[in-house]
């Protein structure tokens, strides 16, 4: 620390302090260099990370790591060197040394350019990668370089919140109520107050103050109120952190009530944290100063100290999760070699219907009674044997959506139904000049909650897992959920979790719940697949039926698409 070198060519010095910051363009650099002096963000190191010829932001985190001067790591990234390295260091970073990294990351990647064709594969695109990969090592992403330095005070500042729940402590009801929206929108919990905490509050405030959360001083608020309110919320065992707002009216000394806030929360002597929203201060104002001085963070506005509390909140509740373990299946992958060998050997991009199902078959995902078949007279044969109703459905490398196209033959209850699907699909196949069909008979599955479950080669991080729930939810909704591999239990628990829907998987209104334990499994063992077949471009269960526990959850739609490298 009694050495320092500058050696850029930027022409501001920052202020020393704990956060270390990288940053992939060098001209952000300058403006990140001016911005951190003017909020009074002190850095342990700033680096312009140029074209990374030879230090990479990997080579900086490790660094950091270790770095004692080091508390909190801020990127600004265009692209990752190597995706896997960084999950893993940042996992150890944000794990291990308990140090938050927060991240904007822009360039969004280019969806490949050959299209995507699987709904996995399509929705997949984007930035979703970038975002499976930082949630899955706890980095905490920022939409703007602006949010970036909001967290950046708040977490180079404070402690980390014990728990979510808010006290919020105004002399103005509009931003009080300001705050709580934000609040409440950024998952925190207004806490409810102790009969003490009123008490004491109620003694130095006038009548017409509210002494619930939010508590409301009026306009009227002294310095001293300040002091004892203040000092209240934070010894409030229900109270994990403060958000004390002030606007500034012309009778009440600015500097008073700054100093007042100051003592009341040093008075208190609790590891909560403080955020302060003093509106209507410059930054030169000398309560500014004094409040930085103090280190308290200040925020213009509630929405964005809500936020930096809730991002806070977030990091202790992901230190506090248990991390997860890999799983390990017992599965037949000579089976699926075969399987993918032969289609290889076919010159075949797309498995057939039945090779993709005994691919499943072989890593223990359950699926439909199925069979491939090209006359009738077999279909029958099969359904005779299975019982009905029966699906009957093409199964042709040329034709990737079988609905689209009528290929799909539902509810079929007699031998005389299943001749009828069958010419109106050979009908379909020569209208649409397909050659290479066959057919698939499958058990007409009753009653289960369509969902989709798949994965997709992204070019910068690797495998994706994804999951949703099947129809309008995926295809208008996009309610689907992410996660790198490969992924541990825990995150196969948390993308079934994340996925708006989950209340229809959890049991809604009376509905059964239905089997999620063999969900995550299904979603582990497809991790397992494409991490032990690389050559897996993209792949999905669309539908996968979930049933409730012991009746029969499978898959009856399954693609899988292999990469021509
Ligand atoms: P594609 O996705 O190519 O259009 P699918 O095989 O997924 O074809 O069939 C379309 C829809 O038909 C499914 O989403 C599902 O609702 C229904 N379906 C298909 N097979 C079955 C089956 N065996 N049992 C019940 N419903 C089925
Ligand atoms: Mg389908």
């Known amino acids: 620390p009694k050495v320092r070198l500058d050696a850029s060519f930027g022409s501001t010095l920052p202020l020393g302090g704990n956060a270390a910051f990288a940053s992939q363009s060098g001209a952000l650099g300058e403006i990140v260099l001016a911005t951190a002096k003017a909020v009074r963000l002190g850095l342990s ?67 490949g350019a050959r299209a995507a064709s699987s709904h996995t594969g399509s929705l997949a695109g984007g930035d979703r990668a970038a975002s ?55 998952g925190l919990d207004m806490a409810d107050l102790q009969p003490d905490t009123q008490v004491t509050m109620r003694k130095v405030l006038p009548v017409e103050a509210s002494v619930a959360n939010p508590v409301d001083m009026i306009a009227s608020a002294t310095a001293p109120q300040y002091r004892v309110c203040s000092e209240a919320l934070l010894r409030d065992p229900g109270v994990d952190a403060l ?72 990091f202790q509740a992901y230190r506090d999760e248990p991390e997860g373990k890999p799983v390990r299946f017992k599965v037949d992958k000579a089976k699926a070699k075969a399987l993918i060998d032969g289609a290889k050997a076919q010159g075949r991009e797309w498995l057939d219907g039945a090779a993709a199902m005994e691919l499943l078959q072989a890593y223990g995902v359950p699926t439909v009674e199925s069979r491939r078949v090209h006359t009738p007279d077999e279909a029958i044969a099969f359904a005779d044997a299975l019982g009905y109703p029966v699906v009957l459905k093409l199964d042709s490398e040329q034709v990737v ?17 299943i001749k009828g699907a069958f010419w109106d699909l050979q009908q379909r196949l020569n209208e649409l000049g397909v050659t290479d069909a066959a057919f698939l008979v499958q058990r007409m599955v009753a009653g289960g909650q369509e969902t989709i479950i798949g994965a997709v080669a992204d070019e910068t991080v690797g495998h994706l897992l994804m999951f949703g729930l099947g129809g309008v939810f995926v295809e208008l909704m996009k309610d689907v959920a992410f996660a790198v591999h ?33 969900l995550r499994e299904v979603l582990l063992r497809l991790d397992q697949l494409v991490g032990d077949f690389p050559v897996i471009a993209e792949m999905d269960l669309n539908p996968f039926m979930a049933a409730p526990v012991g009746q029969g959850s499978v898959a009856v739609d399954a693609r899988v698409r292999l990469s021509s490298r």
């Open 45 to 111: 190191h700033f680096v312009s990370l140029g074209n990374r010829a030879d230090v990479s932001s990997n080579d900086l985190l490790e660094f950091w790591a270790d770095d004692p001067e080091t508390g909190v790591i801020m990127l600004y990234l265009e692209s990752f060197g190597n995706p896997r390295h960084f999950g893993r260091i940042a996992r150890e970073v944000t794990r291990q040394r308990g140090k938050p990294i927060l991240a904007v990351k822009s360039g969004r990647t280019r969806q």
């Open 486 to 518: 490969p992924l541990t239990d825990a995150d196969a628990d948390r993308m079934l979790r994340e996925v708006r829907g989950w209340p229809l998987l959890a049991g809604h209104r009376g509905s059964a719940p239905r089997d999620v334990a063999l």
């Open 401 to 417: 959506h079988k609905s689209d196209v009528g290929g799909v033959k539902v509810d079929l209850r007699s031998p005389g139904e």
């Open 243 to 314: 958000l004390a707002i002030f606007v500034s009216p012309i009778v009440t000394d600015k500097l008073q009530v700054t100093r007042a806030l100051i003592e009341g929360v040093q008075a208190a002597g609790q590891n909560k944290p403080v955020l302060a929203c003093f509106m209507g201060f410059d930054a030169q104002d000398e309560g500014i100063t004094l409040l930085a001085d103090a280190g308290i963070p200040n925020y213009p506005f509630p929405d964005a100290a809500a936020r930096t509390l809730a991002a806070m909140h977030r």
């Open 132 to 186: 499976a990969l930082f949630k899955s090592c706890g980095v905490i992403r920022c939409d703007t370089v602006a949010e970036l330095f909001d967290l950046g005070r708040g977490f180079c500042t404070q402690p980390l919140p014990g728990g979510k729940r808010v006290g919020i402590l105004t002399n103005a009801g509009g931003p009080g109520i300001m705050a709580t929206d934000a609040a409440v929108h950024f």
